[in-house]
């Protein structure tokens, strides 16, 4: 049967132009391959984590340490050193520390300036510890390449209840992420903490896991990275980590062990990896591997059926021992360099 003729637009009708499908949040091929050559482009402060004129959402219970790992990627920054094994392009940082006062700050400064192997903070680590009253104004004067707000509910309380004071907030905050290439990164809290959690970060997306955020679905559906932080066992992982950015979905979940000084105080946060936190049957299996691999190969070591195999491929990607070509095929990561040590001459200080 053949196909019946496109029916031609009336006279009266409005022609389907680039600017109507635009409109419509409809993209015709060649919009496509624009947006997908951008993305190929796509400059960033922390490499395939946060990227130039972005905004990010960074959510976890109280007390589990977000701040200390938001100190630690501000201080990174600022410094031009890897987050968590992640290159950095060196910036000044702008960050809002409504939460802690000023002597826990400074603690928590120097301690990962030791721990980062630094010999002094970054200059371009800058503390603000009151909401300013125009934010525009000291992004115009400082030029920060990144905005730590923490935390939202102290910095901007009226975003954090309904969405359309949640969404013209953000919008704001998109104009300035454009107009100074600023990246802004707010921390938040989830709801009040419930005995059995609806979703478990491991083995759910990270939007879903958001729904436990305190506040209006608008810090979800308008932010560009959700960084999901959630409490491990300590044994040995004290926290979990898993973020989405826009169009490329999650991470691989990514364990972070707490490191303390020789004081026995908290220095950093440090990725977990390594294929000895894999069972005895799945190590023996990755070392059987080559060094790319597809996923029969994996089956074949592991001598296992696809859910088991699956699994497998699953935990050592978690453990950053392997990353995902394609469909089906793998690689073996060149293990990160070790943690930084904490300098003896300095752990007593």
């Not at 000291?138 to 004071?165: G, H, Q, Y």
């Not at 300590?234 to 303390?260: I, Q, T, Y």
Request: charged letters at 30%.
């Amino acid at each position: 049967m053949s196909a019946s003729p496109r029916c031609e637009p009336s006279p009266t009708e409005e022609p389907l132009t680039h600017q109507k499908l635009l409109s419509l949040r409809v993209l015709w091929p060649g919009e496509v391959d624009r947006i997908c050559d951008e993305e190929r482009q796509t400059r960033f402060l922390v490499e395939g984590f946060l990227a130039v004129k972005s905004i990010g959402i960074a959510a976890g219970e109280s007390t589990i340490g977000k701040s200390p790992l938001m100190y630690q990627l501000g201080l990174c920054v600022a410094a031009g050193v890897p987050f968590l094994g992640m290159p950095t392009t060196q910036g000044r940082v702008l960050y809002f520390d409504l939460e802690n006062g000023i002597n826990d700050s400074k603690m928590m400064r120097d301690a990962l300036v030791r721990f980062l192997g630094l010999e002094h903070a970054p200059e371009d680590f800058l503390l603000v510890t009151d909401p300013s009253p125009s934010l525009e104004g000291l992004i115009a004067e400082i030029k920060p390449d990144l905005v730590i707000i923490d935390s939202l509910r102290a910095f901007a309380p009226e975003a954090t209840e309904r969405n359309r004071p949640a969404a013209e907030w953000l919008k704001n905050l998109r104009r300035l992420a454009r107009k100074y290439g600023t990246v802004f990164l707010i921390v938040h809290h989830l709801r009040k903490p419930k005995e059995d959690p609806l979703h478990d970060l491991e083995s759910c997306r990270v939007v879903t896991w958001m729904l436990e955020m305190e506040g209006p679905r608008a810090l979800v559906n308008q932010t560009d990275v959700r960084i999901a932080l959630e409490q491990g066992n300590f044994n040995p992982a004290a926290l979990k980590l898993k973020w989405s950015r826009r169009v490329h979905g999650d991470s691989p979940l990514v364990l972070l062990e707490r490191v303390f000084d020789g004081e026995g105080e908290p220095a950093g946060h440090h990725h977990l990896t390594g294929a000895a936190f894999l069972k005895d049957e799945r190590r023996a299996a990755f070392d059987k591997l080559p060094n790319e691999f597809r996923f029969k190969d994996a089956k074949a070591a592991l001598n296992r059926s696809d859910d088991p195999t699956n699994k497998f491929l699953n935990e050592s990607r978690q453990l950053g021992l392997i990353e995902k070509l394609a469909r089906g095929r793998y690689r073996k990561v060149t293990p990160v360099a070790a943690r930084p040590a904490i300098p003896a001459s300095q752990e007593s200080e």
